[in-house]
């Protein structure tokens, strides 16, 4: 019942940037905790930024100064701007939203969990 849908990856050449963008349908009730993740060939999937749902935010130390997370929470989406990119930076990007549910039936709230996009592949190289 739940989609996040992930674009904006693509290839790019090293100083360059790309903006991600993953948007969130479906029968929601509230969207807590939004983040980017990434997963490079051979390595366990890190945590590149997240936001609340009062927009603080943190980043990876790999990112800080040149990845901006952002979300605008009338659309359900949220944005990772990637300045500066480097090729250790090339994986497959995931977003993620912890996200409470409407059961109509029951006309509640479901308990908030995680939801994961499907990933989209960037790709820093010359």
């Known amino acids: 019942q739940v989609q996040l849908v992930e674009s904006g990856g693509g290839l790019v050449q090293p100083g360059g940037s790309l903006r991600l963008s993953c948007a969130v349908s479906g029968s929601i009730f509230s969207i807590n905790a939004m983040g980017w993740h990434r997963q490079a060939p051979g390595k366990q999937r890190e945590l590149v930024a997240a936001i609340t749902s009062g927009g603080s935010t943190n980043y990876a130390d790999s990112v800080k100064g040149r990845f901006t997370i952002s979300r605008d929470n009338a659309l359900n989406t949220v944005y990772l701007q990637m300045n500066s990119l480097k090729p250790e930076d090339t994986a497959v990007y995931y977003c993620?939203?912890?996200?409470?549910?409407?059961?109509?039936?029951?006309?509640?709230?479901?308990?908030?969990?995680?939801?994961w996009g499907q990933g989209t592949q960037v790709t820093v190289s010359s």
């Open positions: 993620s939203a912890a996200i409470s549910t409407w059961n109509a039936d029951a006309w509640s709230r479901r308990a908030t969990r995680d939801y």
